[in-house]
């Protein structure tokens, strides 16, 4: 039970986005940078699976060469291996990205990989453009799922069932594998990487592929800040007088 | 608490809620201060500095007095806060170098009053059970360390100050600009108004620069990277129930710590490469992630410490369920010597720096600056901390990053006390550095200074002298005892004492005051009496308010209406500052500096008089040119400021000459002393070997805040009618029956329980001879202040001050040093010098 899983690498949370000085991006001085947490939850679901079935955990990302620190955590967690398709600085469009992705999926079956699932985040955190799984599933002509939140294998059968949630209820698919599967945050807890899983990710080899990339047809024209709603503090009461109006506001809040 | 709308007018704004800050407000407060405003860009209680993302780990000792009595008092206000626990903490040796240097901690530990222990590594085990006791050679066990939480501290400080006085407490305010008129401060602009004041405190930890730059003034400190990770959960941990059970270690030897965190465990490190940042590149609060002051963690520079910390830790960490939960890379504040930068800025009057200060110190730095600023002194001697003892080439940021770069893996190094700084070296040169280059000059820094320690030059003294019988010139047989140290210097003092000897004095600052009101000027700023012959020499305490030391210097009458001040270089630029800061305002006397004009060339020896008669047609004999005057004479083509002085305690002069004729001035006395055997001698005679054989006192060694002119036994015996500043508690002191007495004590016998020789530093404490501290009646505690040989009088010399009742010559008492005991005797108490007791030679 070989597994795939596709991240990203994107700036993690917390602070408002600085934009660069022509809008056309973020300024990411003094960032972190993290996958998102979709992502994280399908490399843990991937190690959990590889670990019960027996199998390879592989992550691969498309990114800038600095993406090797998103593969290293991934390896700290418990993955197997990374590979990093080298896109450069510039950010690739959904297409673009899709096609470098799927381009590398197929060196690496080339060079004898089997990969029964393959695991995407259900969108990036950060364009959100929730297609570049899908996209990537369709060039391999694998079935694929959408906003999955349980995933149960039967490799006697060589089948998977997804669960969803929907307003209504649960959907449960399934699918042959070889298929895809993009995961939602809820699907588990993602561990934090030990000591000496960090140690082991320092030390592991990452694949670097060199792609060929179209450009996409996608263009981002600029980045602006949404008008501040802007807060006010209002001042209940000091010390027990302040007990009635929180009383009262808890009240209006439907709180109580 | 006034929270809402910022006052017109107010007496002090102090900018900066983190620990420092709060404490300070809150001793203003209490010192009287009223209308006082606190405010931070951030939002309370944690705006977003390095106080809170802090460690929060307290270990008392230190090998800095200084520091260590600012935790001291830290740690009682943390406790009478009620934010203090107490876990205790070890230090711990991995290697045999380190164990020395906690035989060291310990000497330190007992000098300073702090209860601490030497423990096996089967002891470390006990206390804390998950240690690998394999890898533990020695423990440092201090019960009193602890972890306090300096946040609510804060928010306790501020609700205090409230009570007592006029505060006004103001968050998310940020500074944007403050005005001064004729250099000083006149008005903070805020993002909620504007504030005139006349005082305003900087207390921005990283952020400090740039909030001092905005008044002109520098606050030398870079922000620089240091990382901490949490992993956890640890069930043996979470099985506490607490926030911390278990010591902390301090895993020395690779520059990090553990400690217990609740469930978790902490894991900072000092051992990672130097990461520094500009102050101006920290992120807005607004952009930042977690919080400005927590950057990104770069994970590969962490990595080998993890593999420490699994070593160390591994039965509880080397888990897989056990995480790492929480990385960051904190940034701390750095000065260029890695103190603290305290007190008004020698720039701009009324703006005070309270920056690069440790938690550990924060309360007790806000409790002396209040003294400070209210007082003009602190309870504890703040010299090596004060902002003001940064030259003018220290503040660049070149230096400043340099140091930064260096200093940062010494934080739980082992640091040498005469351990030079490899980086942003030979920024200041003497005119004589040339010819001392090619003498082979050892140069120990000073201000930015290059001096020579030593000379290999004069290695060939070594045999001569060791013929002639001084045991000095023997190498001392322990390698910590003899780093940054050589017995040339010893043979250089013999030579100097039998022959002549020349001196590269350069680094001195001298500066000039003139003007019609200069005598009153004068007397106002020094204890003996200014108001001498046009010549006179006058050496004389200066004294803070309280009538504590502040420096002790040289001043010349150089006309009715001129003196020229003459300090040493380590203290130039504080003392600029405080001879500055007190001009009268009406104008009527001025300060030129002329450091970097003059140079000077110390001639001392029997043979002194013989090679400077040899090159000046000035009469300089000894009926003509009496001790302690100056005078000017020709040197070839170089006019020369002749002081007869001595800080060696041989015939002598100072010559101070034109810079650009420095060099000429070298040659021709080493021309003119080569028939009478004259020596290039190093500051380690003139510092250390030379001046203690004559009980000379050292500012910031014998002399400090903390003592008297009537301590150091240095004050007049008529005090003058003309007022001074600190007089009055000088008075007062001279009122007192005596309390203590600086004296003379020599080591009976260096041999440690190995037979190996053995020569203590300097910083051991010394007692009684049933091995009791011993402390004066003010609670002062006697402690080695300054230590080295006595070439001619053969013995190896300790300066420390002693109660009276132990301060009786021919006293029998112990020295700690390293773990070992050895019995010295009290050769002098006062004044009076070992060698040549009369001073017969120096005025010969």
């Given at each position: 039970?070989?597994?795939?899983?596709?991240?990203?690498?994107?700036?993690?949370?917390?602070?408002?986005?600085?934009?660069?000085?022509?809008?056309?991006?973020?300024?990411?001085?003094?960032?972190?940078?993290?996958?998102?947490?979709?992502?994280?939850?399908?490399?843990?679901?991937?190690?959990?699976?590889?670990?019960?079935?027996?199998?390879?955990?592989?992550?691969?990302?498309?990114?800038?060469?600095?993406?090797?620190?998103?593969?290293?955590?991934?390896?700290?967690?418990?993955?197997?291996?990374?590979?990093?398709?080298?896109?450069?600085?510039?950010?690739?469009?959904?297409?673009?990205?899709?096609?470098?992705?799927?381009?590398?999926?197929?060196?690496?079956?080339?060079?004898?990989?089997?990969?029964?699932?393959?695991?995407?985040?259900?969108?990036?955190?950060?364009?959100?453009?929730?297609?570049?799984?899908?996209?990537?599933?369709?060039?391999?002509?694998?079935?694929?799922?959408?906003?999955?939140?349980?995933?149960?294998?039967?490799?006697?059968?060589?089948?998977?069932?997804?669960?969803?949630?929907?307003?209504?209820?649960?959907?449960?698919?399934?699918?042959?594998?070889?298929?895809?599967?993009?995961?939602?945050?809820?699907?588990?807890?993602?561990?934090?990487?030990?000591?000496?899983?960090?140690?082991?990710?320092?030390?592991?080899?990452?694949?670097?592929?060199?792609?060929?990339?179209?450009?996409?047809?996608?263009?981002?024209?600029?980045?602006?800040?949404?008008?501040?709603?802007?807060?006010?503090?209002?001042?209940?009461?000091?010390?027990?007088?302040?007990?009635?109006?929180?009383?009262?506001?808890?009240?209006?809040?439907?709180?109580? | 608490?006034?929270?809402?709308?910022?006052?017109?007018?107010?007496?002090?704004?102090?900018?900066?809620?983190?620990?420092?800050?709060?404490?300070?407000?809150?001793?203003?407060?209490?010192?009287?201060?009223?209308?006082?405003?606190?405010?931070?860009?951030?939002?309370?209680?944690?705006?977003?500095?390095?106080?809170?993302?802090?460690?929060?780990?307290?270990?008392?000792?230190?090998?800095?007095?200084?520091?260590?009595?600012?935790?001291?008092?830290?740690?009682?206000?943390?406790?009478?806060?009620?934010?203090?626990?107490?876990?205790?903490?070890?230090?711990?040796?991995?290697?045999?170098?380190?164990?020395?240097?906690?035989?060291?901690?310990?000497?330190?530990?007992?000098?300073?009053?702090?209860?601490?222990?030497?423990?096996?590594?089967?002891?470390?085990?006990?206390?804390?059970?998950?240690?690998?006791?394999?890898?533990?050679?020695?423990?440092?066990?201090?019960?009193?360390?602890?972890?306090?939480?300096?946040?609510?501290?804060?928010?306790?400080?501020?609700?205090?100050?409230?009570?007592?006085?006029?505060?006004?407490?103001?968050?998310?305010?940020?500074?944007?600009?403050?005005?001064?008129?004729?250099?000083?401060?006149?008005?903070?602009?805020?993002?909620?108004?504007?504030?005139?004041?006349?005082?305003?405190?900087?207390?921005?930890?990283?952020?400090?620069?740039?909030?001092?730059?905005?008044?002109?003034?520098?606050?030398?400190?870079?922000?620089?990277?240091?990382?901490?990770?949490?992993?956890?959960?640890?069930?043996?941990?979470?099985?506490?129930?607490?926030?911390?059970?278990?010591?902390?270690?301090?895993?020395?030897?690779?520059?990090?710590?553990?400690?217990?965190?609740?469930?978790?465990?902490?894991?900072?490190?000092?051992?990672?490469?130097?990461?520094?940042?500009?102050?101006?590149?920290?992120?807005?609060?607004?952009?930042?992630?977690?919080?400005?002051?927590?950057?990104?963690?770069?994970?590969?520079?962490?990595?080998?410490?993890?593999?420490?910390?699994?070593?160390?830790?591994?039965?509880?960490?080397?888990?897989?369920?056990?995480?790492?939960?929480?990385?960051?890379?904190?940034?701390?504040?750095?000065?260029?010597?890695?103190?603290?930068?305290?007190?008004?800025?020698?720039?701009?009057?009324?703006?005070?720096?309270?920056?690069?200060?440790?938690?550990?110190?924060?309360?007790?730095?806000?409790?002396?600056?209040?003294?400070?600023?209210?007082?003009?002194?602190?309870?504890?001697?703040?010299?090596?901390?004060?902002?003001?003892?940064?030259?003018?080439?220290?503040?660049?940021?070149?230096?400043?990053?340099?140091?930064?770069?260096?200093?940062?893996?010494?934080?739980?190094?082992?640091?040498?006390?005469?351990?030079?700084?490899?980086?942003?070296?030979?920024?200041?040169?003497?005119?004589?550095?040339?010819?001392?280059?090619?003498?082979?000059?050892?140069?120990?820094?000073?201000?930015?200074?290059?001096?020579?320690?030593?000379?290999?030059?004069?290695?060939?003294?070594?045999?001569?002298?060791?013929?002639?019988?001084?045991?000095?010139?023997?190498?001392?047989?322990?390698?910590?005892?003899?780093?940054?140290?050589?017995?040339?210097?010893?043979?250089?003092?013999?030579?100097?004492?039998?022959?002549?000897?020349?001196?590269?004095?350069?680094?001195?600052?001298?500066?000039?005051?003139?003007?019609?009101?200069?005598?009153?000027?004068?007397?106002?700023?020094?204890?003996?009496?200014?108001?001498?012959?046009?010549?006179?020499?006058?050496?004389?305490?200066?004294?803070?308010?309280?009538?504590?030391?502040?420096?002790?210097?040289?001043?010349?009458?150089?006309?009715?209406?001129?003196?020229?001040?003459?300090?040493?270089?380590?203290?130039?630029?504080?003392?600029?500052?405080?001879?500055?800061?007190?001009?009268?305002?009406?104008?009527?006397?001025?300060?030129?500096?002329?450091?970097?004009?003059?140079?000077?060339?110390?001639?001392?020896?029997?043979?002194?008089?013989?090679?400077?008669?040899?090159?000046?047609?000035?009469?300089?004999?000894?009926?003509?040119?009496?001790?302690?005057?100056?005078?000017?004479?020709?040197?070839?083509?170089?006019?020369?400021?002749?002081?007869?002085?001595?800080y060696v305690g041989?015939?002598?002069?100072?010559?101070?000459?034109?810079?650009?004729?420095?060099?000429?001035?070298?040659?021709?006395?080493?021309?003119?002393?080569?028939?009478?055997?004259?020596?290039?001698?190093?500051?380690?005679?003139?510092?250390t070997t030379g001046r203690m054989e004559k009980g000379y006192r050292l500012?910031?060694a014998e002399l400090?805040?903390?003592y008297?002119p009537v301590d150091a036994d240095l004050g007049?015996?008529?005090?003058?009618?003309?007022?001074?500043?600190?007089?009055?508690?000088?008075?007062?002191?001279?009122?007192?029956?005596r309390?203590a007495v600086m004296c003379t004590l020599t080591v009976d016998?260096?041999?440690?329980?190995?037979?190996?020789?053995?020569?203590p530093?300097g910083?051991?404490?010394i007692?009684?001879?049933?091995?009791?501290?011993i402390?004066?009646?003010?609670?002062?505690?006697s402690y080695v202040t300054s230590a080295g040989s006595g070439p001619s009088v053969g013995a190896y010399l300790l300066m420390a001050y002693l109660p009276v009742e132990h301060a009786v010559e021919g006293n029998r008492l112990?020295v700690?040093?390293?773990?070992?005991?050895?019995p010295v005797t009290v050769a002098r108490a006062g004044r009076t010098p070992l060698f040549d007791p009369d001073d017969t030679r120096m005025?010969?």
């Amino acid at each position: 039970m070989n597994i795939l899983v596709c991240v990203k690498r994107v700036r993690a949370s917390g602070g408002t986005p600085q934009l660069s000085a022509d809008g056309g991006g973020v300024d990411t001085r003094n960032l972190a940078f993290t996958v998102g947490p979709h992502e994280e939850c399908a490399v843990e679901e991937a190690i959990r699976i590889a670990g019960d079935a027996g199998g390879r955990v592989t992550v691969l990302t498309a990114g800038p060469p600095e993406a090797d620190e998103q593969l290293r955590y991934a390896i700290s967690m418990g993955a197997d291996h990374g590979v990093l398709v080298d896109t450069g600085d510039t950010e690739l469009d959904p297409q673009a990205t899709a096609a470098a992705l799927a381009d590398a999926i197929r060196t690496l079956e080339a060079d004898g990989a089997t990969f029964d699932l393959i695991m995407f985040g259900n969108e990036s955190p950060d364009a959100g453009h929730y297609q570049v799984g899908i996209r990537v599933a369709c060039a391999l002509s694998r079935a694929m799922v959408g906003g999955v939140k349980g995933i149960d294998i039967d490799q006697a059968d060589g089948r998977a069932r997804f669960r969803r949630e929907v307003p209504a209820g649960v959907e449960v698919y399934e699918a042959a594998l070889p298929a895809a599967v993009g995961v939602k945050e809820g699907l588990n807890l993602p561990r934090y990487p030990s000591m000496r899983g960090r140690l082991r990710a320092r030390k592991a080899e990452v694949r670097g592929i060199q792609p060929e990339v179209a450009p996409g047809t996608l263009r981002r024209i600029r980045l602006r800040h949404p008008e501040e709603a802007g807060t006010q503090t209002v001042v209940l009461g000091h010390g027990a007088d302040a007990a009635p109006a929180v009383v009262d506001l808890l009240e209006e809040l439907e709180v109580v | 608490m006034n929270t809402k709308t910022l006052p017109e007018r107010a007496d002090v704004v102090v900018v900066g809620a983190g620990i420092v800050g709060n404490s300070l407000v809150y001793h203003l407060a209490d010192q009287g201060w009223d209308n006082i405003v606190l405010i931070d860009k951030g939002p309370l209680p944690d705006p977003g500095g390095s106080t809170g993302h802090a460690s929060n780990f307290i270990f008392p000792v230190d090998h800095s007095k200084e520091i260590t009595d600012l935790t001291l008092d830290s740690m009682h206000q943390y406790a009478k806060l009620g934010v203090l626990t107490t876990s205790g903490g070890i230090e711990i040796a991995r290697t045999e170098e380190r164990e020395e240097e906690l035989r060291r901690r310990m000497a330190s530990a007992t000098s300073w009053g702090i209860d601490a222990e030497l423990v096996s590594a089967a002891r470390v085990a006990e206390l804390v059970p998950f240690v690998n006791r394999d890898i533990i050679r020695l423990g440092f066990w201090t019960p009193s360390a602890a972890v306090v939480d300096p946040l609510q501290a804060g928010a306790l400080m501020r609700e205090q100050a409230s009570d007592i006085g006029n505060v006004t407490i103001s968050a998310q305010t940020e500074v944007l600009d403050i005005e001064t008129e004729r250099g000083e401060v006149t008005k903070v602009r805020t993002s909620a108004g504007d504030i005139e004041t006349s005082t305003v405190v900087v207390a921005c930890g990283v952020w400090s620069p740039r909030i001092a730059r905005m008044a002109g003034a520098t606050i030398p400190l870079t922000p620089l990277v240091h990382q901490m990770i949490d992993a956890g959960p640890i069930p043996e941990l979470a099985a506490t129930g607490v926030e911390i059970a278990y010591p902390i270690i301090r895993d020395m030897d690779t520059l990090m710590y553990e400690r217990q965190n609740g469930p978790d465990l902490e894991i900072g490190s000092y051992a990672h490469r130097p990461i520094l940042h500009d102050p101006d590149d920290i992120p807005s609060l607004a952009a930042a992630q977690l919080s400005p002051t927590q950057l990104p963690f770069t994970a590969p520079d962490f990595d080998p410490q993890m593999e420490d910390a699994l070593q160390l830790f591994g039965s509880i960490l080397d888990r897989e369920d056990v995480g790492v939960r929480h990385a960051i890379n904190g940034l701390l504040s750095f000065t260029p010597d890695g103190g603290p930068a305290l007190g008004e800025t020698p720039e701009v009057r009324g703006l005070w720096s309270a920056a690069a200060v440790w938690i550990k110190e924060g309360p007790g730095v806000g409790r002396m600056l209040a003294e400070w600023m209210t007082h003009g002194a602190a309870e504890i001697d703040l010299h090596a901390a004060d902002i003001a003892r940064f030259y003018p080439n220290q503040r660049t940021p070149a230096h400043i990053r340099a140091r930064a770069n260096e200093g940062f893996n010494k934080i739980y190094g082992i640091v040498h006390p005469r351990e030079q700084w490899e980086s942003a070296r030979g920024a200041r040169r003497s005119p004589f550095y040339a010819r001392e280059q090619a003498l082979g000059a050892e140069f120990f820094e000073v201000g930015g200074w290059e001096r020579p320690h030593w000379y290999e030059s004069n290695r060939h003294l070594l045999e001569e002298m060791a013929e002639a019988g001084h045991q000095s010139v023997q190498d001392r047989p322990h390698e910590w005892d003899q780093r940054w140290w050589s017995p040339i210097i010893n043979a250089e003092h013999l030579a100097m004492r039998e022959r002549v000897a020349m001196i590269d004095l350069s680094a001195f600052a001298h500066f000039d005051v003139a003007g019609p009101g200069v005598v009153d000027y004068m007397q106002k700023m020094i204890v003996a009496q200014a108001d001498r012959p046009v010549g006179r020499l006058i050496y004389t305490p200066v004294l803070a308010p309280n009538g504590g030391f502040r420096s002790d210097l040289t001043v010349i009458r150089l006309d009715d209406d001129r003196y020229r001040v003459i300090t040493g270089g380590s203290d130039g630029a504080r003392d600029r500052a405080w001879f500055s800061r007190n001009l009268p305002s009406d104008g009527s006397a001025t300060l030129t500096d002329l450091t970097s004009a003059v140079c000077t060339l110390g001639l001392w020896g029997p043979r002194a008089r013989d090679v400077l008669s040899a090159v000046t047609d000035d009469d300089v004999s000894g009926e003509s040119f009496k001790f302690a005057t100056a005078r000017h004479i020709t040197i070839g083509t170089i006019p020369v400021l002749a002081l007869r002085v001595s800080y060696v305690g041989d015939l002598g002069w100072e010559l101070h000459a034109p810079f650009e004729q420095g060099l000429a001035l070298w040659d021709i006395i080493a021309e003119a002393g080569a028939p009478y055997g004259i020596v290039p001698a190093g500051i380690g005679v003139y510092g250390t070997t030379g001046r203690m054989e004559k009980g000379y006192r050292l500012m910031g060694a014998e002399l400090t805040s903390e003592y008297t002119p009537v301590d150091a036994d240095l004050g007049p015996r008529k005090i003058k009618d003309a007022d001074f500043i600190g007089k009055e508690g000088y008075l007062r002191a001279r009122e007192h029956e005596r309390i203590a007495v600086m004296c003379t004590l020599t080591v009976d016998d260096h041999r440690d329980s190995l037979g190996t020789r053995r020569f203590p530093q300097g910083g051991e404490p010394i007692l009684t001879p049933h091995g009791e501290r011993i402390v004066d009646r003010l609670g002062r505690p006697s402690y080695v202040t300054s230590a080295g040989s006595g070439p001619s009088v053969g013995a190896y010399l300790l300066m420390a001050y002693l109660p009276v009742e132990h301060a009786v010559e021919g006293n029998r008492l112990l020295v700690q040093y390293m773990g070992e005991r050895y019995p010295v005797t009290v050769a002098r108490a006062g004044r009076t010098p070992l060698f040549d007791p009369d001073d017969t030679r120096m005025k010969a």
